[in-house]
């Protein structure tokens, strides 16, 4: 990046801008004739002038150039034409110029806007490279949302300036150029006249400009503060929450407003104060032309059509004027935002692009000593977190970190790992400095994790494979107009001067794990994922998830075999009746009235109780055998107990988690409903309150419920209104519903609830634990595992992985360092969400793993208690920044130091 | 069983005699019914206390551990409540209840108990009386016993 915004253009587009300056230069020929014409159709034709006899011709497209010293030099000596036919000609050779023009003017315009377009790539993308490649320390003072503001729409009036940078004023120059010229040319005082006005106009309104430009960054840097601000909100919403304190953000954004408000206000104010001058400068012109224009011609000492060129080519003097007064400020406006993001994206010690490299041959094996020599780092405001520690650790040991609280265990980790810069001192491996290796091989041969794992918007398939996509490295292969597609896109990128790596590509660095593509790789990880203790919990969420039939054919083709296998084993387990089964002739008792009725899963986000007890189709079912009435009269019962119930609780109060007939919200409606309808005979009850009491009786579920409202007779009657719901069912419910079939996997129910195909009871204690034991273990017999743990593996991890819990995403975090074939493995108190005995027991699982899988790699730990220690080779002590003791677990418990200690607290 | 029944039975229970109906209406609303068959485990000696439990139908064990194994050192009939000290302060379950043959109970989660109890200081004194009478009687047999010729 330069510092001049010029020169930044300049160095990346001056083959283009030459051309399109050239181009610029031969429109104005058509430009100028276009106003030498109407003179030249007035006086002529129009006015007789040449034609004053009858047959009298005149050279037509005759071209003559006048040349100082040499003379007249005639090229063509044209068509001789008579006065009429003067006219056609003229008027048409008008309307070709007009064409002429107008086609300069598009593809002026166009090149330009291209020209734009691409420079706004290379400045955005050149941007993010930088993000990409600041140091460490940087990321501590920017706020991610201004960067990405900056990003965004702070460069984006840069790139519909660079493509007028220097055509605008030469262009725009040049036509008022000309058109003062050719006004010059026509009369001298008219000229002076149009060029006094000018000179007013482009002296004043730049300087009025000024105040403009100060308030525009003013309303830059405070809209981005703006966004700053907001962005930290959303990622303190929980601190917020916590402390109250959301009012005092709300005087924060409301002053916040305020000044931008005022700031653009002002904005507005001189803005149109200036037009307002402008065009009273641009009207007084033709006044004056009018008035000394006029009395000119009354004296006879300009022609009519003199005047009538010079006020048409006024018309066009301006506008250019104005574009180029406009360019000004605009030129002045982006300079200083390109100034000012200039100065946030230039940073001192930016990471060499050399570290960054694309690299896509598998990096040596880092199977050298690791070496710390008088490593010293400090935090942010100049504290050593480590003092001059040296250590080493050979290739294959395992190591425990330990120490004190602020020992700095984590600031050699995050050394080792790149995250910090030493302040001094050197971390080596074999011969090569650490700092010097390129991401290549840090990024392949070593790994890292932390307890703060990042996760990316995705799914948890993208995050646990995220750390394996380097390089491109399966190209694919595109055919027809795709290929002709992707050609233009690696054009395009190059003439923008970014990378045409291919997104689509395949990425992921299968034989990395040990696979072999995308079929297998499932496998390769899977012992991992159950050495961190990971694997239940993506069964779990794959067992909760809706799936697409036809993508997952080996599960759902054999449905029913897993039904009964699940029938089976809960007879074993006499547990039969612990899960109620769905049977299209019996009512459900643990299911609720409204699944008894429906009989089968919503699909869509369409549908809920009450929509579907308004529904006039599903009313008109209920009505048949007047179980409308029995529901009515249940519903009441049900919401008069809620009601009762709940009425004198708060609606932030938690026991209306557990109410579940209706929300907190909802209840006061319900209050005043029962009032109006007490005592109402159903008959004279409004559909509409109707369908709000039906809905209520739609949740209950008896054993759960316990108020005693669900006689046998509504229960059969709930069966046969169910047959009947589905044997007039109109097309467009079809598709609303899924019905339950024995022999069928509904797709729009969960994967537990198609292998359930039934409910769980409400009361059976323990229920829900036993049943997952039991479903886990069905699916392992049947070899079902890993297909729901790939549906699993589908589950969307939200924004900053935030539909994870924390225990979650810290174990996807270590499984992610130990997939890969690294190494040198780091970790950094990865687990902290966890208690000890699990991490210690997940250190272990992993331990087997890597003896399984016949790997050895440095394993560096650094641990949060002293507990775990024994599991590793050595064990290093740290305490207040220095390395105070090493050695292994037994000498360590052997001596006197504070290793002893910590272990024995 | 219907939710007035338990309503019923609760009234039964000591600790909640005196509470008003409606009160141990929610009461009985918010907490789970459970149903045990004969040997499952309502809670464990030593585990945290979570719940208290109301027994509506059936009957359980109390035992304890000891050197020797379990001993079972009580029986609960319906109507009883257990585990209600742990869910009043902090300690550790101190026996392991057994179901003996199929059993209902009324599961009490310790926060809603508590969220009730702090919503109702009525509620609040009647179960301080009650506990108090337990301490009182215990201070008595205590002191009977300490007066007992060894």
């Given at each position: 990046?330069?510092?001049?915004?010029?020169?930044?253009?300049?160095?990346?587009?001056?083959?283009?801008?030459?051309?399109?300056?050239?181009?610029?230069?031969?429109?104005?020929?058509?430009?100028?004739?276009?106003?030498?014409?109407?003179?030249?159709?007035?006086?002529?034709?129009?006015?007789?002038?040449g034609?004053?006899?009858?047959?009298?011709?005149?050279?037509?497209?005759?071209?003559?150039?006048?040349?100082?010293?040499?003379?007249?030099?005639?090229?063509?000596?044209g068509?001789?034409?008579?006065?009429?036919?003067?006219?056609?000609?003229?008027?048409?050779?008008?309307?070709?110029?007009?064409?002429?023009?107008?086609?300069?003017?598009?593809?002026?315009?166009t090149?330009?806007?291209?020209?734009?377009?691409?420079?706004?790539?290379?400045?955005?993308?050149?941007l993010?490279?930088?993000?990409?490649?600041?140091?460490?320390?940087?990321?501590?003072?920017?706020?991610?949302?201004?960067?990405?503001?900056?990003?965004?729409?702070?460069?984006?009036?840069?790139?519909?300036?660079?493509?007028?940078?220097?055509?605008?004023?030469?262009?725009?120059?040049?036509?008022?150029?000309?058109?003062?010229?050719?006004?010059?040319?026509?009369?001298?005082?008219?000229?002076?006249?149009?060029?006094?006005?000018?000179?007013?106009?482009?002296?004043?309104?730049?300087?009025?400009?000024?105040?403009?430009i100060?308030?525009?960054?003013?309303?830059?840097?405070?809209?981005?503060?703006?966004?700053?601000?907001?962005?930290?909100?959303?990622?303190?919403?929980?601190?917020?929450?916590?402390?109250?304190?959301?009012?005092?953000?709300?005087?924060?954004?409301?002053?916040?407003?305020?000044?931008?408000?005022?700031?653009?206000?002002?904005?507005?104010?001189?803005?149109?104060?200036?037009?307002?001058?402008?065009?009273?400068?641009?009207?007084?012109t033709?006044?004056?032309?009018?008035?000394?224009?006029?009395?000119?011609?009354?004296?006879?000492r300009?022609?009519?059509?003199?005047?009538?060129?010079?006020?048409?080519?006024?018309?066009?003097?301006?506008?250019?004027?104005k574009?180029?007064?406009?360019w000004?400020?605009?030129?002045?406006?982006?300079?200083?935002?390109?100034?000012?993001?200039?100065?946030?994206?230039?940073?001192?010690?930016?990471?060499?692009?050399?570290?960054?490299?694309?690299?896509?041959?598998?990096?040596?094996?880092?199977?050298?000593?690791?070496?710390?020599?008088?490593?010293?780092?400090?935090?942010?405001?100049?504290?050593p977190?480590?003092?001059?520690?040296?250590?080493?650790?050979?290739?294959?040991?395992?190591?425990?970190?330990?120490?004190?609280?602020?020992?700095g265990?984590?600031?050699?980790?995050?050394?080792?790992?790149?995250?910090?810069?030493?302040?001094?001192?050197?971390?080596?491996?074999?011969?090569?400095?650490?700092?010097?290796?390129?991401?290549?091989?840090?990024?392949?041969?070593?790994?890292?994790?932390?307890?703060?794992?990042?996760?990316?918007?995705?799914?948890?398939?993208?995050?646990?494979?995220?750390?394996?996509?380097?390089?491109?490295?399966?190209?694919?292969?595109?055919?027809?107009?795709?290929?002709?597609?992707?050609?233009?896109?690696?054009?395009?990128?190059?003439?923008?001067?970014?990378?045409?790596?291919?997104?689509?590509?395949?990425?992921?660095?299968?034989?990395?794990?040990?696979?072999?593509?995308?079929?297998?790789?499932?496998?390769?990880?899977?012992?991992?994922?159950?050495?961190?203790?990971?694997?239940?919990?993506?069964?779990?969420?794959?067992?909760?998830?809706?799936?697409?039939?036809?993508?997952?054919?080996?599960?759902?083709?054999?449905?029913?075999e897993?039904?009964?296998?699940?029938?089976?084993?809960?007879?074993?387990?006499?547990?039969?009746?612990?899960?109620?089964?769905?049977?299209?002739?019996?009512?459900?008792?643990?299911?609720?009235?409204?699944?008894?009725?429906?009989?089968?899963?919503?699909?869509?986000?369409?549908?809920s109780?009450?929509?579907?007890?308004?529904?006039?189709?599903?009313?008109?079912?209920?009505?048949?055998?007047?179980?409308?009435?029995?529901?009515?009269?249940?519903?009441?019962?049900?919401?008069?107990?809620?009601?009762?119930?709940?009425?004198?609780?708060?609606?932030?109060h938690?026991?209306?988690?557990?109410?579940?007939?209706?929300?907190?919200?909802?209840?006061?409606?319900?209050?005043?409903?029962?009032?109006?309808?007490?005592?109402?005979?159903?008959?004279?009850?409004?559909?509409?309150?109707?369908?709000?009491?039906?809905?209520?009786?739609?949740?209950?579920?008896e054993?759960?419920?316990?108020?005693?409202?669900?006689?046998?007779?509504?229960?059969?009657?709930?069966?046969?209104?169910?047959?009947?719901?589905?044997?007039?069912?109109?097309?467009?419910?079809?598709?609303?519903?899924?019905?339950?079939?024995?022999?069928?996997?509904?797709?729009?129910?969960?994967v537990?609830?198609?292998?359930?195909?039934?409910?769980?009871?409400?009361?059976?204690?323990?229920?829900?634990?036993?049943?997952?034991?039991?479903?886990?273990?069905?699916?392992?017999?049947?070899?079902?595992?890993?297909?729901?743990?790939?549906?699993?593996?589908?589950?969307?991890?939200?924004?900053?992985?935030?539909?994870?819990?924390n225990?979650?995403?810290?174990?996807?975090?270590?499984?992610?360092?130990?997939?890969?074939?690294?190494?040198?493995?780091?970790?950094?108190?990865?687990?902290?969400?966890?208690?000890?005995?699990?991490?210690?027991?997940?250190?272990?699982?992993?331990?087997?793993?890597?003896?399984?899988?016949?790997?050895?790699?440095?394993?560096i730990?650094?641990?949060?208690?002293?507990?775990?220690?024994?599991?590793?080779?050595?064990?290093?002590?740290?305490?207040?920044?220095?390395?105070?003791?090493?050695?292994?677990?037994?000498?360590?418990?052997?001596?006197?130091?504070?290793?002893?200690?910590?272990?024995?607290? | 069983?219907?939710?007035?029944?338990?309503?019923?039975?609760?009234?039964?229970v000591?600790?909640?005699?005196?509470?008003?109906?409606?009160?141990?209406?929610?009461?009985?609303?918010?907490?789970?019914?459970?149903?045990?068959?004969?040997?499952?485990?309502?809670?464990?000696?030593?585990?945290?206390?979570?719940?208290?439990?109301?027994?509506?139908?059936?009957?359980?064990?109390?035992?304890?551990?000891?050197?020797?194994?379990?001993?079972?050192?009580?029986?609960?009939?319906?109507?009883?409540?257990?585990?209600e000290?742990?869910?009043?302060?902090?300690?550790?379950?101190?026996?392991?209840?057994?179901?003996?043959?199929?059993?209902?109970?009324?599961?009490?989660?310790?926060?809603?108990?508590?969220?009730?109890?702090?919503?109702?200081?009525e509620?609040?004194?009647?179960?301080?009386?009650?506990?108090?009478?337990?301490?009182?009687?215990t201070?008595?047999?205590?002191?009977?016993?300490?007066?007992?010729?060894?």
């Amino acid at each position: 990046m330069d510092k001049s915004l010029a020169r930044y253009i300049w160095k990346h587009t001056w083959r283009q801008q030459i051309w399109i300056l050239c181009v610029v230069g031969i429109s104005m020929i058509p430009y100028f004739m276009s106003f030498d014409l109407p003179k030249q159709i007035v006086n002529g034709p129009i006015q007789g002038e040449g034609f004053e006899s009858a047959g009298t011709t005149q050279p037509f497209l005759a071209i003559s150039i006048d040349l100082p010293w040499i003379g007249t030099l005639n090229l063509f000596n044209g068509f001789q034409l008579g006065r009429e036919q003067m006219l056609y000609a003229l008027s048409f050779f008008f309307l070709f110029l007009v064409m002429v023009n107008g086609l300069f003017k598009f593809y002026i315009n166009t090149y330009k806007g291209r020209l734009g377009e691409r420079m706004l790539r290379r400045l955005r993308f050149g941007l993010v490279d930088r993000v990409l490649r600041f140091p460490p320390f940087q990321f501590k003072r920017v706020k991610a949302a201004e960067v990405a503001t900056m990003v965004k729409d702070e460069v984006e009036p840069l790139g519909g300036f660079i493509g007028d940078a220097f055509v605008q004023p030469a262009l725009l120059g040049g036509q008022a150029l000309t058109a003062l010229v050719f006004i010059l040319l026509q009369n001298f005082w008219l000229g002076m006249i149009a060029a006094a006005i000018v000179a007013v106009q482009v002296i004043l309104i730049p300087k009025m400009r000024k105040r403009l430009i100060r308030l525009g960054r003013e309303r830059q840097l405070t809209a981005r503060q703006l966004s700053g601000r907001v962005g930290e909100i959303v990622d303190g919403i929980n601190t917020i929450h916590v402390h109250d304190t959301s009012n005092y953000e709300r005087a924060d954004i409301a002053e916040r407003l305020g000044k931008i408000f005022k700031i653009r206000y002002d904005l507005y104010q001189w803005k149109f104060l200036v037009k307002f001058i402008n065009n009273l400068l641009a009207q007084v012109t033709p006044f004056l032309f009018y008035l000394v224009g006029g009395y000119l011609a009354l004296r006879g000492r300009v022609d009519v059509g003199q005047l009538v060129a010079v006020i048409a080519a006024y018309k066009d003097l301006p506008g250019p004027l104005k574009d180029l007064i406009d360019w000004d400020q605009s030129r002045q406006d982006v300079q200083v935002k390109y100034q000012q993001v200039y100065e946030q994206f230039s940073v001192d010690r930016l990471v060499d692009p050399k570290i960054q490299a694309l690299v896509q041959e598998e990096p040596n094996a880092l199977a050298v000593p690791l070496s710390v020599t008088n490593l010293t780092m400090v935090d942010d405001s100049g504290a050593p977190l480590l003092d001059r520690v040296s250590l080493q650790v050979m290739p294959g040991q395992t190591v425990a970190i330990v120490g004190t609280p602020n020992g700095g265990g984590d600031a050699l980790a995050e050394a080792l790992a790149r995250i910090s810069w030493p302040e001094s001192g050197r971390v080596t491996l074999g011969n090569d400095d650490l700092q010097d290796l390129p991401e290549s091989v840090t990024g392949r041969r070593a790994s890292y994790a932390s307890s703060d794992a990042y996760l990316f918007a995705g799914t948890l398939r993208d995050n646990l494979f995220y750390g394996l996509k380097h390089a491109p490295l399966t190209p694919t292969k595109y055919e027809g107009a795709a290929a002709t597609l992707r050609d233009w896109q690696i054009g395009e990128a190059k003439l923008s001067g970014n990378p045409d790596y291919d997104i689509a590509s395949d990425w992921i660095d299968y034989a990395s794990v040990g696979a072999t593509g995308p079929a297998d790789i499932i496998h390769a990880v899977m012992p991992m994922l159950a050495a961190v203790d990971l694997s239940r919990d993506i069964l779990e969420l794959g067992l909760r998830s809706a799936i697409d039939p036809r993508l997952h054919a080996a599960l759902t083709g054999r449905i029913v075999e897993l039904r009964s296998a699940m029938r089976e084993r809960l007879e074993q387990e006499g547990l039969s009746e612990v899960v109620v089964p769905f049977e299209p002739g019996a009512y459900n008792s643990e299911a609720t009235v409204g699944e008894n009725l429906l009989f089968g899963a919503v699909t869509g986000k369409d549908w809920s109780p009450r929509k579907i007890a308004a529904n006039p189709y599903f009313a008109s079912v209920l009505a048949a055998d007047a179980l409308d009435e029995a529901l009515y009269g249940m519903g009441l019962d049900i919401a008069e107990q809620a009601v009762e119930l709940f009425r004198d609780l708060p609606p932030d109060h938690p026991f209306f988690q557990q109410l579940g007939l209706m929300t907190a919200e909802e209840l006061p409606d319900y209050e005043a409903l029962l009032q109006k309808l007490t005592g109402k005979p159903f008959a004279t009850v409004s559909a509409e309150d109707r369908a709000k009491i039906i809905a209520v009786s739609f949740e209950y579920v008896e054993p759960r419920y316990r108020f005693g409202l669900l006689t046998d007779d509504i229960r059969q009657r709930v069966v046969v209104a169910r047959q009947r719901f589905y044997e007039g069912l109109p097309g467009a419910l079809q598709d609303a519903i899924e019905p339950y079939n024995p022999e069928k996997y509904t797709a729009a129910a969960s994967v537990m609830d198609n292998v359930l195909f039934g409910r769980i009871s409400n009361v059976e204690a323990d229920a829900p634990e036993k049943i997952r034991a039991l479903v886990f273990s069905v699916l392992e017999n049947l070899e079902l595992y890993d297909e729901v743990l790939d549906v699993g593996l589908d589950y969307n991890v939200g924004v900053a992985g935030r539909r994870l819990s924390n225990v979650q995403r810290q174990k996807l975090d270590v499984a992610r360092a130990f997939l890969k074939k690294a190494d040198i493995i780091v970790l950094n108190r990865p687990l902290l969400a966890l208690d000890q005995r699990q991490q210690e027991q997940i250190v272990r699982n992993i331990f087997d793993e890597l003896t399984r899988q016949q790997r050895s790699p440095t394993v560096i730990w650094v641990l949060p208690s002293a507990g775990m220690a024994p599991l590793f080779d050595r064990i290093f002590v740290f305490d207040a920044g220095s390395l105070v003791e090493e050695g292994s677990y037994e000498t360590l418990r052997s001596e006197n130091g504070i290793f002893r200690t910590l272990v024995s607290q | 069983m219907l939710l007035k029944d338990e309503v019923g039975m609760l009234k039964r229970v000591p600790l909640f005699a005196g509470v008003e109906p409606a009160k141990l209406k929610l009461l009985a609303f918010t907490s789970d019914r459970v149903s045990y068959n004969a040997g499952q485990v309502l809670f464990r000696q030593g585990e945290e206390g979570d719940a208290a439990y109301v027994i509506l139908t059936g009957s359980a064990d109390i035992l304890v551990e000891s050197d020797a194994g379990q001993i079972k050192v009580a029986g609960v009939e319906p109507n009883a409540i257990v585990g209600e000290i742990a869910i009043l302060c902090d300690v550790s379950r101190t026996a392991t209840v057994q179901a003996s043959e199929r059993l209902e109970a009324l599961r009490i989660r310790k926060d809603h108990f508590l969220r009730m109890l702090k919503e109702n200081p009525e509620m609040t004194l009647e179960i301080l009386k009650v506990l108090a009478d337990r301490l009182s009687a215990t201070t008595a047999e205590l002191s009977l016993e300490r007066s007992r010729p060894h």
